[in-house]
């Protein structure tokens, strides 16, 4: 079955440009995470949903950052201005729900990621 | 910033040995998680602890969750060349919707 994919997969930008990073997550899946990672880093925690409604953006970095999901299933996240300490891998992260005591449908399925470049 | 802290950075072994890495916390998390990422591609899991001083495993993979719960080990047993990548820890916290991983481990193997 179909993973999490993101697109584009690379992302060249020049500093000030906008840009909109695209997430398809596993049919079916309620929740919807995004997470930076900057080089030899582990990922960060920015945004997530629970179907249509962002229920946490207290980890992006500023209000140049938005995501979105409007019908519940694709995301998007928008980064307006970009700046050089942009540049990073931009990952999604898909999960059934959350159920108490059944932890397995917590499981976050990682897409390959959108690698961002600001120039 | 993250506040997990793994260990090593990197490792460099011979084909067939075992390696161990391990992850430690500053604050209490209640489910610990061991992913892989290799280049190019995003964080797989690979084993998921819910239980203090629970130790589970995957194959030649063996992770153990601290009693205090705030650190966890994860070990890999006779090591083979598609084990390369980068190893993360990661907690889940309390509502289940946020990961906070720790910096990674490096393994480069030899064969």
């Known amino acids: 079955g179909a993973g999490v994919s993101q697109s584009p997969r690379y992302k060249v930008a020049k500093r000030g440009q906008d840009v909109a990073l695209r997430c398809d997550p596993i049919s079916g899946h309620v929740s919807l995470f995004w997470y930076q990672q900057a080089l030899g880093q582990g990922p960060e925690f920015l945004t997530y949903f629970q179907n249509e409604a962002q229920l946490d953006k207290s980890g992006l970095p500023s209000d140049r950052f938005f995501a979105e999901r409007p019908e519940g299933s694709v995301s998007t996240l928008k980064i307006q201005r970009t700046q050089q300490e942009d540049s990073a891998v931009y990952l999604c992260a898909s999960s059934l729900a959350r159920l108490l005591g059944r932890r397995i449908k917590e499981t976050q399925y990682f897409g390959p990621g959108t690698r961002l470049l600001v120039l | 910033g993250q506040q997990l802290n793994q260990s090593p950075q990197s490792m460099f072994i011979q084909e067939g040995e075992d390696v161990s890495m391990n992850c430690t916390s500053s604050s209490i998390f209640n489910t610990w998680l061991w992913y892989k990422q290799d280049p190019g591609e995003g964080p797989v899991l690979l084993i998921a602890l819910y239980k203090a001083g629970e130790l589970t495993s995957n194959g030649r993979l063996t992770a153990q969750f601290g009693i205090t719960r705030k650190d966890s080990f994860l070990n890999i047993s006779a090591s083979i060349p598609s084990d390369v990548g980068i190893y993360f820890c990661?907690?889940?916290?309390?509502?289940?919707?946020?990961?906070?991983f720790g910096g990674g481990t490096r393994l480069m193997v030899k064969p």
């Open positions: 990661a907690g889940l916290n309390n509502a289940g919707n946020m990961l906070t």
